[in-house]
């Protein structure tokens, strides 16, 4: 990612009101998980090559008449493993992000469709990956309603990118991990532990 494609990402962000860190945080995640889509795959599966450079920017795709032939192209170029039967030991890189959410609802905040609509577009970039969407929460409330909540909220996740910019739905598992698996070093009530995690598979 240029310079100047990072410093628009960010000016567009403070714009829509996240802050300087979390846009800088988000960036950096963004590179993260680019890192991981262009891993070699240990299964053998070939990878797709990349046709096209990627660009950071806030403009939602499925406003955009132009964005919709690519769209067509990355579903119709998806790979045929079955994303749904992953084995449980499967290899995969994490990275995760704070998605926001409405209080106490699945439905993505609009402080966030900028970021999905960035991972998206790396997501785009190797469309032979599958991808575990994860939702997690930290220990506040009660155990099961978090469990619900948070697989409603990884699902939320798939089905916006999904709609949105038109990557198959199939390469997504997402699964609701509720507050079994809070961050390392971090007290278990700390909000930081509300965050998405996109596993990309590798083996």
Do not use: W, Y
């Not at 402080?111 to 575990?132: F, M, W």
Request: with cysteine; charged share 20%; proline share 5%.
């Amino acid at each position: 990612m240029n310079n100047n494609i990072s410093r628009v990402l960010i000016g567009l962000m403070l714009l829509s009101g996240v802050g300087l860190s979390q846009a800088a945080s988000d960036e950096e995640k963004l590179r993260e998980l680019e890192r991981a889509m262009s891993m070699p795959s240990e299964t053998g599966m070939p990878q797709q090559k990349r046709t096209r450079a990627i660009v950071f920017d806030n403009q939602q795709q499925s406003t955009s008449p132009a964005a919709e032939p690519a769209a067509q192209v990355t579903a119709s170029t998806a790979g045929s493993r079955d994303c749904g039967s992953l084995p449980p030991d499967v290899r995969t890189v994490g990275v995760d992000f704070a998605i926001q959410f409405n209080a106490g609802s699945a439905m993505v905040s609009a402080a966030s469709e900028g970021t999905l609509n960035q991972i998206a577009k790396v997501l785009a970039l190797s469309p032979d990956r599958c991808v575990i969407v994860e939702g997690h929460t930290d220990v506040a409330g009660n155990f099961d309603k978090n469990m619900a909540l948070s697989r409603d909220r990884a699902n939320a996740v798939v089905n916006f990118i999904s709609t949105r910019n038109g990557i198959d739905r199939k390469r997504f598992v997402p699964v609701g991990k509720g507050s079994t698996e809070t961050m390392p070093n971090l007290d278990a009530r700390d909000p930081k532990n509300r965050r998405v995690v996109f596993k990309v598979v590798t083996g």
